[in-house]
């Protein structure tokens, strides 16, 4: 009895992992991921986060003026050119709207007022 006070004959369930921390400083599982290197090659590595792939950045010192620009010119955001189109015509829609009171039939008259 005086045992189980102290916790040692604690018995071990599900909730138990979520009352404290885990104390490594390594985690063991590591996860296979795909590198891209700068020149395009690509190698299988084994990392500690799951992710798919993971990009090396490139060396701009290395790339010429040409490249550069390239980069450079992707970076930035595109103008976007707003178009306003104007060549609404009411009269295509004419056939969707009710005639005017005065040309329905005699009949039809008396519902609308």
């Known amino acids: 009895l005086w045992l189980h006070y102290f916790g040692a004959l604690e018995r071990g369930n599900a909730w138990r992992?979520?009352?404290g921390k885990i104390c490594?400083?390594?985690y063991l599982r590591h996860?296979?991921?795909t590198l891209v290197r700068p020149d395009g090659s690509t190698i299988e590595i084994r990392y500690l986060e799951p992710r798919s792939v993971i990009q090396l950045p490139v060396d701009v010192n290395s790339l010429?003026?040409?490249?550069?620009?390239?980069?450079?010119?992707a970076r930035k955001p595109k103008a976007k050119k707003e178009t306003i189109d104007d060549n609404f015509d009411p009269n295509e829609y004419m056939k969707f709207w009710?005639?005017?009171?005065?040309?329905?039939p005699i009949k039809d008259r008396g519902e609308l007022r």
């Open 98 to 104: 009710s005639p005017p009171v005065e040309q329905m």
């Open 31 to 33: 996860y296979p991921v």
């Open 17 to 19: 992992a979520c009352l």
């Open 64 to 73: 010429t003026e040409e490249e550069k620009r390239q980069r450079l010119a």
């Open 24 to 26: 490594r400083t390594q």
